[in-house]
């Protein structure tokens, strides 16, 4: 304690130099706090549920899907489902759920809803009984029993937090649902955005007036399933138990599962975070690199001060003081610098956070948990000491050693640091430098990257396309109700002043779905489980007259493809290129498997070749696809879409006027433009590019306030030895040059260093590159030629000052 209110003394006999190394200190620690409070919500956080460890997400895998590149595994089926869970040794519980919007009517007007259709042991496996009720039972799995549970949120929200809420009915989609139970508040699961308000169990799945229900589809894979490993198990132990159920599976149900022949089976937090784990970790990797320049700033500035404070060493070590107790004393001072430092560090990280959570892409989970909690304040109150001895060790040990004899003879005025000490100084100021460098080419290359992912073609013009989301209810529209629908508000929509097309499809490119239907070529049938499967798209006349799709060939799709006029498909240039090489596709066919018992699998003509569009990512190679019409494959409701010219948000109020024209309990939801879309597809890179120049400039700054001081204190010690030398003749040019040349060789060797590091570093981030290669000249050459004008406005300042002395009033002075 005597240490360290010596060191609180001497830090405020020296405000500047304490401010100067507090604030650096600050800057570099604030921000490492910053991106830890992300990984730590976002990664490191165990999940709110009981041994969460044992939680695991289980998907198949397919071999055929891998051996064309696909990584990770697949969603499942029902019954693959089933059987895995009825088979399986590994597991105490498997929980299938998939996600479902709900159309909540009855109350007044109608009410989107999102939520998850789930099995019934979905919540004894998370290990969360309900607030309020029971749980599901298996008796919620029959067919055409509609149980449903609330969020905490809409029981608040929508019944008055009623008490009496369990056992009263809710309509949606024109299905009474009985409220079983109430989760408690603060339950998510599964941790999407925006988050499930309720959840109903697989009794509708199950369910089916015409065909066979979902349940029964063997090839319908959509669903994410969740399991809780027995004691004892691990992760490979599960994933080769799975393998001997889905090799099982795949030899007695050949056209179905043939190529899915393993399993998939990863922490549960592993498959939420997914690729933010990389984005993240590269972050952190470039924050502990400002935070490393920090440190290297501050010791050069405590290597100059201890080296003023040499007499007074060496005082204390005349009259006994021992060079640990020394060293010790020097340390505690860096340690109560670094503390300071820490403490505004972290007043900093919670305004950076602020910042960062607007940047954060929203598909990244928990984000809207980040907060400086007890673990993140931790860290700070560790980072901030081990901070202090990494910074303070060096001066420390270096002035301790002084012998205080020649320390006391030579402690005049006029004296001035060893040849050691400026190599110490140099080499930090170096190693800034290099450091500062490795940012700026890695952030060059990421923001090299991002311009080229906004210069992709995504195949269709965003701008003034406004989309939105309905959805008909299936026991309340059959096909061909649907087809009238849709038929009937694109006829309204188009009439709406300002609306120059309308369209609609599903998906639509960009929404972050796909889906995939495999198919025979004519003349060229395969066996079930060896079909050819593409991406399809649904879509109504008018659609790519709205997304301005080019037609190439042929024609596109229009009012007279009817249910019963000649079945047609649009196929993409791709698609062409790739099943008809040698051929014209225009009156070939195709067999999609398609069929819900109304829409027929059928040979359907190719009646048009359209553009390639991104279907899902703006940095996706080219993929075939091809489009259905929606009047004859009436499988799902299609998003809406609207070409205007006038802003696409004024047209949302007529939008939701037509729709409740024709039916007031159809809800409109997910309503953005096109522009919002692309926005969200290139968040990611965004995020990693705008973040990590942030931190390139910051390491850039620091350097230069390096440098400067380095300089400042070399012109300071030096100078009555250069009003000498301009006293005996020396050209206040020469004088100038000389400091110049000193800190830009430093800077030129920091450069170097950098360069051969970044070289080395580079393909670390290759697989968040788009369009650049790793070690890309262009960005090399621009980005090292920044340290070295930097170093030059840093030089600058000092050079000036010492070519500008009086040798006259500098020799009085010394």
Known sequence: MQHFWFAIRQLRKAPGFALTAIMTIAIGIGATTAIFSLINTVMLRPLPFKESDRLMSVLSRNDRYQRLGFEGGNAMSYPDFFDWRAQNRSFSGLAAYHGQSFAMTGSGESRHLEGQVVASDFFRILGVSPALGRDFNADDEKPRVSSAILSYDLWATAFGSAPDVVGRSINLDGISYTIVSVMPKGFVFPIVTPAPQLWTCIGNDAYSSDNEPITGERGAHFLDVVGRLKPGVSRSQAEADLAVIAASLAKQHPETNRHFTGAVVMSQIDSMVGDSRTALRLLFAAVSLVLLIACANVAGLLLARSWRRRSEIAIRSALGASRPQLAGQLLVESVALAVCGGALGVALSALLLHTLIKMVPADIPRIGQVSVDGQVLLFATLVSVVTGLLFGVLPALRISQVDPSLALRDSSRTATAGRSQHRVQNSLVVTQTAIGLVLLVGSGLLIRSFVRVLQVDPGFDQHHVLNAYISLPDNLYNNAQKVQFYERLLSGLRAVPGVKAAGAATPVPLSGNSMRIAFDVEGHPLPEGERNSERVFIATPGYFETMRIPVLRGRGLRESDQPTSTPVAVVSESFARKYFPDVDPIGRHINPGLSDGTVKEVPREIVGVVGDVKAVRLTEAVTSSYYLPFSQAAVMSPK?????????????????????????????????????????????????????????????????????????????????????????????????????????????IGVGVGVIVSMLLARLISGMLFGVRPIDPVTFVVMSAIPLLVALVASGIPAYRAARLDPMKTLREQ
């Not at 879309?677 to 350097?703: D, E, M």
């Not at 100078?719 to 400091?739: D, H, N, P």
């Open 640 to 748: 809406l879409v609207l070409r205007t010219d006038i802003d696409p948000a004024s047209i949302i109020a007529p939008l939701r006027a037509q729709v409740a024209a024709l039916n007031k309990d159809v809800p409109v939801y997910q309503v953005k433009t096109f522009d919002d879309l692309v926005s969200q597809a290139v968040s990611q890179p965004r995020f990693q590019a705008v973040l990590l120049s942030i931190f390139a400039g910051i390491a850039l700054l620091l350097t230069a306030v390096g440098l400067y001081g380095l300089l400042s204190y070399l012109v300071a010690q030096r100078t009555l030895e250069i009003g000498v030398r301009i006293a005996l003749g020396a050209q206040r040019s020469s004088v100038l040059r000389m400091i110049l040349n000193r800190g830009l060789v430093l800077a030129a």
